[in-house]
């Protein structure tokens, strides 16, 4: 059996941890990054994989990355993008969203995944082979429950460039897929979220999802797991809910 190499960003968050720990889990080689500084440090500690920091919002950072991690480890196979996020915004109406702060989420969201595929891709493609995994929110499917326009915006345009890089890239076997987690508290900001509801706000959004539990990180890891692997070969511009069922 031939060792994939796995990069998987965000993972100072408790998905992306996830996700990298299930990956080296199942024999992947697996390199970690997000922004520098001492939190992917500690999450690198902690997982015990090599880490590259980078800003994924800047291209020039993420040609660093790209640089650093072929010289290292190799392209890599598999791409698992779980940076992004809310980026310590809080809901606002209309009249109150500011440009800067959109231009924020987008860059963290979207142009992140971009950049990365755009470095990383072009090695895929010549070796007919590769699995590109976008981490994109219930927030792309619908309304979001934060009320942050930009990351609702942004989400849904994270699904579309999942979409369009699929077209283009399955007919070299590499297939880009999108989860779309439901409420998991993997970060402050989730938990934020989760505490402004109240106990009776908690309790109806509990009644709303079928398996009347909030998710956990492991669950977006085991379903990378699979889209990652060779038996998920004939899979690619999906958009997998997983979300517990939640209505």
Known sequence: MITKTALVTGVVGGIGAAIASRLAMDGA???????P??????????????MIAADLADPLSVS???DHL???????DIIVNAAGGVCNQVGTSLEEVESSGWKTIFAANVDSALHLAQ??????KATRWGRVITISSGAGLRPSLTGIH?????????????KQLSLELGQYGVTVNSIAPGLILSNAATERQWEAYGRD????????IHTRRLGRPEDIAAAVAFLTS?????ITGQILSVDGGIV
């Open 29 to 35: 080689k697996v390199i970690v990054s997000d922004l």
């Open 37 to 50: 500084g001492e939190a992917l440090a500690a999450a690198a500690k902690r997982l015990r994989l090599p």
């Open 64 to 66: 660093n990355l790209k």
């Open 70 to 76: 072929v010289a290292q480890h190799g392209n890599p």
């Open 119 to 124: 470095s990383f891709v072009p090695a895929m």
């Open 150 to 162: 930009a990351y609702t915006a942004a989400k849904h345009a994270l699904v579309g460039l999942t």
């Open 201 to 208: 706000g908690q309790a109806e959004i509990i009644n709303r």
């Open 230 to 234: 060779d038996e998920a070969s004939w």
